[in-house]
């Protein structure tokens, strides 16, 4: 009976550790990129997951904007919607579809993605489609163009990631 009871002992710290190792890796150092991954929706038709670039992605801890590529969709007429949904870190937040282009709107679409996060660890993280403000446009006279001509691809997003402790 010590035998076992040895066994199921050295088992449990076994099991213990190992799950401290996952704890660990899953946490994050202000700066370290947060790896994320898309898919795209365009007439019924999903796109497989790929991972985006590194300077495409959050930075943990730091508010930042970048200019995300969406490639043309397989058969892109302009008829349907496309959608967008993201995968975020390493713990895999979801974030469900987001409409980005034919939205029925004027305005140039920006994606705004919140993270919040406490310590090392993010806790959830958020996202929304918005109308770019003019100031972004004025400054981004090219992306306007770009965005409207239905023959210019990839298309670029601006995304603002926020970081908040909570």
Same mark, same amino acid.
């Given at each position: /009976? *010590?035998?076992?009871?040895? +066994?199921?002992?050295?088992?449990?710290? @076994?099991?213990?550790?190992?799950?401290? /190792?996952? /704890?660990?890796? +899953?946490?994050?150092?202000?700066?370290?990129?947060?790896?994320?991954? %898309?898919?795209?929706?365009?007439?019924? /038709?999903?796109?497989?997951?790929?991972?985006?670039?590194?300077?495409?992605?959050?930075?943990?801890?730091?508010?930042?904007?970048?200019?995300?590529?969406?490639?043309?969709?397989?058969?892109?007429?302009? +008829? #349907?919607?496309?959608?967008?949904?993201? =995968?975020?870190? %390493? !713990?895999?937040?979801?974030?469900?579809?987001?409409?980005?282009?034919?939205?029925?709107?004027?305005?140039?679409?920006?994606? #705004?993605?919140?993270?919040?996060?406490? *310590?090392?660890?993010?806790?959830?993280?958020?996202?929304?489609? @918005?109308?770019?403000?003019? =100031?972004? @446009?004025?400054?981004? !006279? #090219?992306?306007?163009?770009?965005?409207?001509?239905? !023959?210019?691809?990839?298309? %670029?997003?601006? @995304?603002?990631?926020?970081?908040?402790?909570?």
């Amino acid at each position: /009976m *010590g035998i076992p009871t040895t +066994a199921m002992l050295l088992l449990l710290v @076994v099991v213990e550790v190992i799950g401290m /190792m996952g /704890m660990a890796s +899953a946490s994050y150092r202000v700066g370290d990129l947060v790896p994320m991954s %898309r898919m795209g929706q365009y007439h019924a /038709m999903r796109t497989n997951w790929h991972d985006i670039l590194g300077h495409h992605c959050p930075i943990f801890g730091v508010n930042r904007e970048v200019l995300l590529p969406i490639p043309k969709p397989t058969g892109y007429t302009g +008829a #349907d919607a496309y959608k967008i949904s993201f =995968q975020v870190g %390493r !713990e895999k937040f979801f974030i469900p579809w987001l409409l980005v282009i034919n939205r029925k709107s004027p305005e140039i679409p920006m994606i #705004d993605i919140h993270l919040r996060f406490s *310590g090392s660890d993010i806790h959830g993280v958020t996202a929304k489609v @918005v109308n770019m403000p003019r =100031q972004y @446009v004025d400054s981004h !006279e #090219d992306l306007l163009k770009e965005f409207w001509d239905p !023959e210019h691809w990839p298309k %670029r997003i601006l @995304v603002r990631y926020f970081c908040c402790c909570s």
